[in-house]
Nanobody, 118 residues
Framework: QVQLVESGGGLVQAGGSLRLSCAAS????????MDWYRQAPGRQRELVATITSGGITDYTDSVKGRFTASRDNAKNTVFLRMSSLTSEDTAVYYCAARRYGRTSPDYWGQGTQVTVSS
């Protein structure tokens, strides 16, 4: 049974930082690309960051320079470090696992709420 479990969300003031974690089980973690998505109220889910199985990262423009994705393959965990947060970053954040060659995730986490107060 595949599980992706996010943690680390919460309430933070504008300008603050949070680190999200996503622990994976039931998959061969180190062969999966890991994606971070977010969905704000009334908006479509958007891809925020990707870290490939080889550790290459990519970010949507709105978070470049502020968010950093990393992974610890020994712990089957992916992280998203978020800094200089603004109210625009308020959303439910999801991690997702995607096999090589796929354009959409194979597995999703349940999401963790991030709320940035201004």
């Amino acid at each position: 049974q595949v599980q992706l479990v996010e943690s680390g969300g919460g309430l933070v003031q504008a300008g603050g930082s949070l680190r999200l974690s996503c622990a994976a089980s039931g998959i061969i973690f180190n062969i999966y690309h890991m994606d971070w998505y977010r969905q704000a109220p009334g908006r479509q889910r958007e891809l925020v960051a990707t870290i490939t199985s080889g550790g290459i990262t990519d970010y949507t423009d709105s978070v470049k320079g502020r968010f950093t994705a990393s992974r610890d393959n020994a712990k089957n965990t992916v992280f998203l470090r978020m800094s200089s947060l603004t109210s625009e970053d308020t959303a439910v954040y999801y991690c997702a696992a995607r096999r090589y060659g796929r354009t959409s995730p194979d597995y999703w986490g349940q999401g963790t709420q991030v709320t940035v107060s201004s």
